[in-house]
């Protein structure tokens, strides 16, 4: 009866055949925008990512998920017997938000539901399903991110604002067909270890707790933005933390400083006032098995642990600002006292003259 629960066609890694040019229909005109739309140099994350790997931890995971699908035989090397069920969710953050005004408008021709108005709308193509979310991530369910970028983000190029270099996330997931006796977390899906295990009584509630995954998913990626952001900005204060150590002379000018401490409020107002990174989205606080769903990825991912210690450098950060702008203040006051003395040194010059003029 267990061996029944996973369909292997549907969690085998599938490979998007590109669509040749003289096809019709949504395939073509995605095929015809695949020159012009630049692919974004994929960065490293330098700010270390904190993963649950305890080798026990995820054993355990393994053998209680192939206990659901009765697999559970090759003692010695458990998880490449579940690799085999095993399909890749992928998220790729790749601008600041998305406009479903535009994005309903050009994806016409393709089969698409709302799963969640305003927030996330799931294209299904190809028997996978490719979700949108509102804030400018695309995740796709057994959709490698090549597939993604090359198939769907030239379609979806125009409802994009703020485009952004993409950073990318990915997890593996798998589904139940049928729910075992006695099914854990209620019968809703979960997060076993590091493996989303979907299940559900309806297609309606599978497609519900897959968005709930994904909008987990695409805090990481949304993270990893701040964090290269973060990271390109110490790249260009450092220089001058280098020259200040070693007594020579700052060679940024004050607007350059301004703009820089501008950057900064910037980014930290992105972290915690201008999305939800920071607090649990609305759609959960009527639905409790969504929020767990959505709470268990950001707690696998470490995303409060990540948010918390980019604060706490964002923070150092202003204060060397801070301090930067304190010492070209120091040298615009000491210019400033120059220029007075100079000053009184000319007005003396010119009432000495006068006064040897008047006696002599």
């Given at each position: 009866?267990?061996?029944?629960?996973v369909r292997?066609?549907?969690?085998?890694?599938?490979?998007?055949?590109?669509?040749?040019?003289?096809?019709?229909?949504p395939?073509?005109?995605?095929?015809?925008?695949?020159?012009?739309?630049?692919?974004?140099?994929?960065?490293?994350?330098?700010i270390?990512?904190?993963?649950?790997?305890?080798?026990?931890f995820?054993?355990?995971?393994?053998?209680?998920i192939?206990?659901?699908?009765?697999?559970?035989?090759?003692?010695y090397?458990?998880?490449?017997?579940?690799?085999?069920?095993?399909?890749?969710?992928?998220?790729?953050?790749?601008?600041?938000?998305?406009?479903f005004?535009?994005?309903?408008?050009?994806?016409?021709g393709?089969e698409?539901?709302?799963?969640?108005?305003?927030?996330v709308?799931?294209?299904?193509?190809?028997?996978?399903?490719?979700?949108?979310?509102?804030n400018?991530?695309?995740?796709?369910?057994?959709?490698?991110?090549d597939?993604?970028?090359?198939?769907f983000?030239?379609?979806?190029?125009?409802?994009?604002?703020?485009?952004?270099?993409?950073?990318?996330?990915?997890m593996?997931?798998?589904?139940?067909?049928y729910?075992?006796?006695n099914?854990?977390?209620?019968?809703?899906?979960?997060?076993?270890?590091?493996v989303?295990?979907?299940q559900?009584?309806s297609?309606?509630?599978?497609?519900?707790?897959?968005?709930?995954?994904?909008i987990?998913?695409?805090?990481?990626?949304?993270?990893?933005i701040?964090?290269?952001?973060?990271?390109d900005?110490?790249?260009?204060?450092?220089?001058?933390?280098?020259?200040?150590?070693?007594?020579?002379?700052?060679?940024?000018s004050?607007s350059?400083?301004?703009?820089?401490?501008?950057?900064?409020?910037?980014?930290?107002?992105?972290?915690?006032?201008?999305?939800?990174?920071?607090?649990?989205?609305?759609?959960y606080?009527?639905?409790?098995?969504?929020?767990?769903?959505?709470?268990?990825v950001?707690k696998?991912?470490?995303?409060?642990?990540?948010?918390?210690?980019l604060?706490?450098?964002?923070?150092?950060?202003?204060e060397e600002?801070?301090?930067?702008?304190?010492?070209?203040?120091?040298?615009?006051?000491?210019?400033?006292?120059?220029?007075?003395?100079?000053?009184?040194?000319?007005?003396?010059?010119f009432?000495?003259?006068?006064?040897?003029e008047?006696?002599?």
């Amino acid at each position: 009866m267990l061996s029944r629960l996973v369909r292997p066609r549907t969690f085998r890694a599938l490979a998007f055949s590109r669509p040749n040019s003289s096809s019709s229909g949504p395939s073509a005109s995605v095929s015809s925008s695949l020159v012009r739309f630049p692919k974004h140099p994929k960065k490293k994350v330098s700010i270390q990512k904190l993963r649950r790997t305890d080798p026990a931890f995820l054993d355990k995971s393994t053998s209680y998920i192939l206990s659901l699908l009765n697999e559970n035989s090759s003692v010695y090397s458990p998880s490449k017997t579940l690799e085999k069920y095993l399909s890749p969710v992928t998220s790729i953050t790749v601008g600041e938000s998305i406009d479903f005004e535009v994005l309903l408008n050009d994806i016409k021709g393709y089969e698409y539901q709302i799963i969640v108005p305003e927030e996330v709308v799931n294209i299904r193509f190809h028997e996978k399903d490719l979700m949108i979310l509102s804030n400018g991530t695309l995740v796709g369910w057994d959709i490698s991110e090549d597939d993604i970028l090359a198939n769907f983000l030239p379609v979806l190029r125009d409802s994009i604002t703020e485009k952004y270099p993409f950073e990318s996330e990915e997890m593996d997931w798998i589904e139940l067909n049928y729910l075992p006796d006695n099914p854990l977390n209620n019968g809703n899906s979960y997060l076993q270890g590091e493996v989303m295990v979907i299940q559900g009584t309806s297609l309606d509630r599978k497609m519900l707790d897959k968005a709930a995954f994904a909008i987990g998913l695409s805090r990481s990626t949304r993270l990893s933005i701040l964090e290269n952001t973060f990271e390109d900005h110490l790249q260009l204060t450092k220089k001058n933390s280098r020259y200040l150590s070693k007594g020579l002379k700052v060679t940024a000018s004050e607007s350059d400083f301004l703009k820089s401490t501008g950057q900064l409020f910037l980014l930290r107002g992105k972290l915690n006032l201008y999305s939800e990174l920071i607090e649990t989205p609305d759609l959960y606080w009527s639905e409790p098995a969504l929020e767990r769903i959505y709470n268990s990825v950001s707690k696998i991912l470490d995303i409060n642990s990540r948010i918390s210690i980019l604060n706490r450098k964002l923070d150092y950060a202003t204060e060397e600002q801070r301090a930067f702008l304190s010492v070209l203040n120091e040298k615009k006051g000491t210019r400033l006292e120059w220029i007075i003395i100079i000053l009184i040194m000319v007005e003396v010059g010119f009432e000495s003259v006068h006064f040897y003029e008047k006696y002599t």
